[in-house]
């Protein structure tokens, strides 16, 4: 009986893990999307523009910033959003479940169980389709924003 107490505690901090996760990539998305008015940095295709600006009597100064040709499509973010909510939701009501099965010294009936095996290895699917669409929207728009690692914003992308 211990070692189901031992099992649940760690069923417990397994879905806590889970809903943190799901919130480390729902708030930067949403910041992201707040940031970008709604646009999808992902897949994002652009280019860096040098301008020359005349600030007064015969002076200038040269201007560097980027120019976006083609946002991402919102799908990619959406997608990520969704699976990251999903997670969230998922596992704060599994982590939930966790708690009242080890308080109430309750056992999961054999279908209960098989339901949260699917909906698990749902989640795992999700996550893992997530998860290489965001790393391949990031590095398609860390290739554009540092241009092929030629500017030296390098550092924000992790080169």
Not at 61 to 72: E, I
Request: proline share 2%; charged share 10%.
């Amino acid at each position: 009986m211990e070692l189901d107490r031992r099992l649940l505690l760690a069923h417990c901090a397994a879905h806590t893990l889970s809903v943190i996760a799901g919130l480390l990539v729902v708030v930067p998305l949403a910041l992201n999307g707040s940031a970008f008015k709604g646009r999808c940095a992902l897949f994002s295709q652009g280019f860096w523009r040098t301008e020359n600006l005349s600030v007064g009597e015969g002076e200038s100064r040269t201007v560097t910033h980027l120019v976006v040709q083609q946002w991402g499509p919102l799908a990619a973010c959406q997608f990520a959003t969704f699976v990251g909510v999903f997670t969230v939701l998922y596992g704060a009501v599994q982590g939930w479940r966790s708690l009242f099965y080890l308080h109430r010294r309750h056992d999961d009936t054999l279908f209960s169980a098989f339901l949260t095996l699917l909906l698990s290895l749902c989640v795992l699917f999700l996550s893992g389709g997530a998860s290489v669409t965001l790393t391949l929207g990031l590095v398609s728009w860390c290739n554009t924003v540092t241009d092929h690692n030629t500017r030296p914003f390098r550092s924000l992308c992790g080169v």
